[in-house]
Structures are given as structure tokens and as C-alpha cells.
């Protein structure tokens, strides 16, 4: 088993609320959403027959297709379909897995403090529309792109719930701060590992009341 690492990336993007009545409000918007994992001490190899099937779950370009991999115990990696990243010291190195997705959220927040400081629990889903979907080997601080995953949905959901801090400088303008737990459904056409992929992120911004 490869040691895995999981990197902290950013989100952008714009949420409009409609209030239902004077606690519940519909939320909705638009997000990118960058994720990047890595796959540690990956040994590599250039073979001059094409191996492309040694990591099934890689779709291969022309660079990539001859490149032979195996774990430590020389056993063949297993991608599970999430983002991955591997080091290299000689035919040592790591897979960097770069994948992002366009978020459209659906969510419902309800109030439960609404005083100048304010709290509320925020629950729904989001639909995922795949837009960047690539495998790079990194060995002695070069970047070589190899493939894309191919066991990943173009569109897949995830379920989600989170709270939302809220603190009002005037009767229309606010700052917020939104830790949020997304568990993802139908990521992967094809699940190796039983992987069961989920990410948390901490949304912050201002808010202006019309």
C-alpha cells in the first residue's frame, strides 16, 4: 500500500439566498472546486512495448503509455480515482492526480440565532460537472502529465451539511464563515479499494441583503 498525501486547495465562487420566511432560506450559486491528492514512492520504469494496462484505471497519452509502475512490494498501483501524487529519487517517484469541478449547491439553512452575531445549520446537495481530469508523474522536480483517470463520472452528487457563522456590520452587509462536510455519490464509474471519497471545505465571504 502507497502512501497517500492530500493537498489543501481553493475554492471560488457566488451563492444567492432566497428567504422562505423569516428562518429558512434557499441557497444556490456556482463553485469551482480544485482537488489534488498524491500517491507517494511510486517506482517507474520506460519499456519499449506499450504497458498502458499495468494501472487500468489510466487512460494513457503517447508520453505515458510505455511508462511502467509498481509499489515497493512490486505490486501494481491501484488509482482510486480521486487525486494522487508520486516523489522521485533515481526510478522513484510520485503520481500527482489534479481533478476540478464545476459545484452547482442547493442547500436549505435555517436560523438558529439571528441576532448581530448569527448561526445557522445548512444542509442539501450539490451537482459536480468534471472539468479538469489529469495524472502526472513528478520525479526530481519535473512534471511530466501521463494520462487522465478514466473511472471518473462527468457528473456525479454529493450530499451536504455544514453551519454558517454570520456576523452583521450593518443591516445589509455581512462577513460569514461556513465550515461544510460534502459526501460524494457516484464519483467513480468504477470504485477500486471500495474508496468512498468526501472532502470538507471552510467557505468564508461577505453577503450584501436586498
Known amino acids: 500500500m502507497n502512501d497517500k498525501s492530500y493537498a489543501t486547495t481553493f475554492s471560488v465562487g457566488i ?7 423569516e428562518k429558512l432560506s434557499l441557497r444556490s450559486g456556482i463553485n469551482t472546486i480544485v482537488l489534488r491528492h498524491n500517491t507517494n514512492d511510486v ?9 498502458s494496462q499495468n494501472i487500468p484505471t489510466i487512460s494513457r497519452n503517447a508520453t505515458g503509455s510505455n511508462m511502467l509502475f509498481t509499489s515497493k512490494t512490486d505490486v501494481p498501483i491501484s488509482l482510486s480515482g480521486d487525486v494522487e501524487n508520486v516523489s522521485i529519487s533515481n526510478n522513484l517517484g510520485s503520481l500527482e492526480q489534479n481533478i476540478s469541478y464545476v459545484e452547482v449547491p442547493l442547500e436549505l439553512s435555517y436560523k438558529l440565532l439571528d441576532k448581530k452575531f448569527g448561526i445557522e445549520v ?11 481530469n489529469n495524472i502526472s508523474l513528478i520525479a526530481n522536480g519535473v512534471e511530466m502529465e501521463i494520462g487522465r483517470a478514466n473511472n471518473l463520472n462527468d457528473i456525479h452528487f454529493s450530499s451536504n451539511v455544514g453551519l454558517g457563522f454570520r456576523y452583521s456590520f450593518w443591516k445589509s452587509f455581512d462577513a460569514n464563515f461556513q465550515p461544510m462536510f ?5 464519483t467513480l464509474s468504477e470504485n477500486f479499494g471500495n474508496f468512498k471519497p468526501y472532502f ?9 441583503s436586498f
Do not use: C, E, P, W
Open 122 to 132: 445548512i444542509g442539501g446537495m450539490s451537482t459536480l460537472f468534471l472539468n479538469q
Open 43 to 51: 517506482f517507474f520504469d520506460a519499456r519499449i512495448s506499450d504497458v
Open 200 to 208: 470538507i471545505g471552510l467557505y468564508t465571504g461577505v453577503s450584501f
Open 182 to 186: 460534502k459526501y460524494q455519490i457516484n
Open 15 to 21: 451563492t444567492g439566498i432566497y428567504s422562505l420566511t
